[in-house]
């Protein structure tokens, strides 16, 4: 059962710290999305890479936050330093090409204090 | 960008009544169309597509979702809910010109009570 996989699932962390969040996109899945969820502004496309290159970061703030691609089998976002408002769900998602389907993974819920 | 708007944020039903989600997008070209359902503290599930062909399309446990070209609609529909079938769904529509990225609403509550 392929699915995409992501860690931490929680991460509490104080302000000022780094954090960083991995993600094994579906093995064959050349598309990675990272996307991220909050109560007020709902689901929001942070970046996203099409065989590893990234394509579009335009919704990801540039001065602290990071995303790449080591290597197909991992995607990773950064965040330093962190702050209390970057507080949400963080979701990673995979495709496999043009117009299918996005598979999300289970999110990793960060709180900042 | 593309706008994709539901308009309900919450929709409580009781058990096996029919219920109706709506959402509607502003692109006047063709676009893929998704529905997709969150159970709490999980990720998104895919439920059903739409991307060309029969303009009424079907999921597996019962959904089934009509394109409307004309009024530029996906609702999302149900003839009789189940209790499981609680969760927030998800409308999501593709980029006309980059079809890999996706404009999701803001999501839509169904609350099904006994």
């Known amino acids: 059962d392929a699915r995409v996989t992501q860690t931490p699932r929680h991460k509490v962390t104080e302000m000022g710290q780094e954090v960083t969040m991995r993600c094994q996109p579906i093995l064959g899945h050349n598309t990675v999305f990272w996307y991220r969820q909050t109560m007020m502004q709902g689901l929001e496309l942070l970046a996203y890479f099409r065989n590893r290159a990234p394509l579009d970061d335009s919704g990801m703030p540039k001065d602290r936050f990071s995303a790449e691609m080591p290597d197909a089998t991992l995607a990773t976002l950064k965040i330093q330093p962190s702050e209390p408002r970057d507080s949400a769900v963080y979701f990673c998602a995979s495709g496999a090409g043009t117009g299918g389907e996005q598979y999300f993974g289970p999110g990793t819920r960060l709180t900042v204090t | 960008a593309q706008s994709v708007t539901q308009l309900d944020s919450q929709v409580p039903v009781f058990e096996e009544a029919p219920v109706e989600l709506r959402c509607n997008y502003s692109s006047s070209v063709s676009v893929y169309l998704f529905w997709y359902v969150q159970y709490p503290n999980q990720g998104l599930q895919l439920l059903l597509k739409y991307l060309s062909g029969s303009t009424l399309v079907e999921s597996i446990n019962g959904f089934e979702a009509e394109f409307n070209k004309s009024q530029t609609s996906f609702h999302l529909r149900k003839p009789s809910v189940h209790i499981s079938d609680t969760a927030e769904y998800f409308c999501?529509?593709?980029?006309?010109?980059?079809?890999?990225?996706?404009?999701f609403g803001s999501g839509t509550k169904l609350n099904v009570k006994p």
């Open positions: 999501a529509v593709s980029d006309p010109y980059n079809f890999n990225k996706f404009y």
